[in-house]
Every structure is written in structure tokens, then in C-alpha cells.
């Protein structure tokens, strides 16, 4: 029992050891580093923020060997398909593509009608490229379109003051007035499979 209560004893002498000493009014720290923990934090956090006003969309150019190579861009996010098709008149970020899109061509308008999309030239422009430089052209607004309405659209249809316009076909040196699809120009696609369009 008294080995107990001593060392009980000794413990409460240990611990009284290891006490703060009491201070009996405020006194001076003179420690740098302790002064440097007492202040508060001045250390910003950056954080990124996504810019959810765009979105980022594919656009069909001129690559290698003739095919059609796939360039991602960010566009607004309440983009257009009129838009879109505007700016392919624009070279491509890549020094590798190119566009075969006349730049004066400009796109006044666009309207879906069931599948197809039927797009309104402000003139005609895009017909100032000739034979395989029309077809290309052509081309590139095609996949561009069905690519950016991802589904909605199977085909399109070229229009000036609400009147169809020949474009090259499927067929080479054939134009036609009809509506023309992404099928239609699967020789410029690297796959040759019209229902998967290429990505970057």
C-alpha cells in the first residue's frame, strides 16, 4: 500500500515538474518563430475554375492524303450551327490542315427540317471553288454540321434566297440538288465509315 501512495506521490511531483510555469502579468516574447505561429495565415489558394460559358466542339478540316482530320475548338457555349459553319472560313489552329472553305463564304442562316438541315448562303460564295475544291468545301460543312448536331442531323441541304443549290454528290462529277449526308463524302473520311466521324 505504501509503494502505492509513493508512487502516486512521485507521479504528482513529476507532472507538478512539467508544468507551464505561471506568469503573473504579460511579458515580452522574444522568440521570432513564435511570433511567426501567432500571426494569422496570409497564404492564398488558387483554385481553377472551369469557364462554363464555352464548350469545346469539333471541326472538320483538309489533312493529309485528301482526308478529312478532326480540329477540337472552343466555341460560346449558346453557340449556333450558323455560327460554327462560319468559322470554318478561318485557317485551322494546326499548321497541318487547312480549309478549302472560300473565306468570303458566309452562312445567313440555318433551319432544321425533320433530319435534314437546310442551310441558307448569304450568296454564292461557295461556289467560286471549282470542282475537287467545291467537293472538299462541301465536304467540310457536311461533317462539320452532322458532327455538331451529334445525331439530329443526317443530312444537308445548301440553299440561296430559299432556292436548293447543286453541290457535288457522292459521285464524283455528279451535283445534285437533293439533300447530301456525311455517306456522301465518306472517301475524304479516314475510316471510310460514315457513322463514326474521326476525332482528333
Do not use: H, K, W
Not at 504528482?12 to 516574447?29: K, M
Not at 478529312?68 to 453557340?79: G, I, M, N, Q, T
Amino acid at each position: 500500500m505504501r509503494r502505492r501512495v509513493l508512487g502516486a506521490l512521485a507521479l504528482v511531483a513529476v507532472v507538478a515538474g512539467c508544468a507551464l510555469p505561471s506568469d503573473e502579468g504579460p511579458r515580452t516574447i522574444d522568440d521570432p518563430a513564435a511570433l511567426d505561429v501567432m500571426r494569422p495565415s496570409t497564404t492564398t489558394t488558387s483554385t481553377t475554375v472551369e469557364d462554363v460559358s464555352r464548350e469545346r466542339i469539333l471541326f472538320y478540316f483538309d489533312g493529309r492524303e485528301e482526308l478529312l482530320a478532326a480540329e477540337e475548338r472552343s466555341v460560346p457555349f449558346d453557340a449556333t450551327i450558323v455560327d460554327v459553319l462560319n468559322l470554318l472560313t478561318e485557317p485551322p489552329q494546326s499548321s497541318l490542315l487547312r480549309t478549302a472553305v472560300p473565306a468570303d463564304v458566309v452562312v445567313a442562316g440555318a433551319e432544321l427540317s425533320g433530319d435534314t438541315l437546310l442551310i441558307d448562303l448569304a450568296d454564292d460564295a461557295l461556289f467560286d471553288a471549282a470542282g475537287n475544291e467545291l467537293f472538299r468545301a462541301v465536304a467540310q460543312m457536311v461533317v462539320t454540321a452532322v458532327a455538331f448536331e451529334d445525331g439530329e442531323v443526317a443530312d444537308v441541304r445548301f440553299l440561296i434566297d430559299g432556292e436548293p443549290q447543286a453541290v457535288p454528290s457522292g459521285e464524283e462529277g455528279v451535283d445534285t440538288r437533293e439533300a447530301v449526308g456525311a455517306c456522301d463524302y465518306a472517301r475524304f473520311l479516314a475510316n471510310r465509315d460514315c457513322t463514326t466521324l474521326p476525332e482528333p
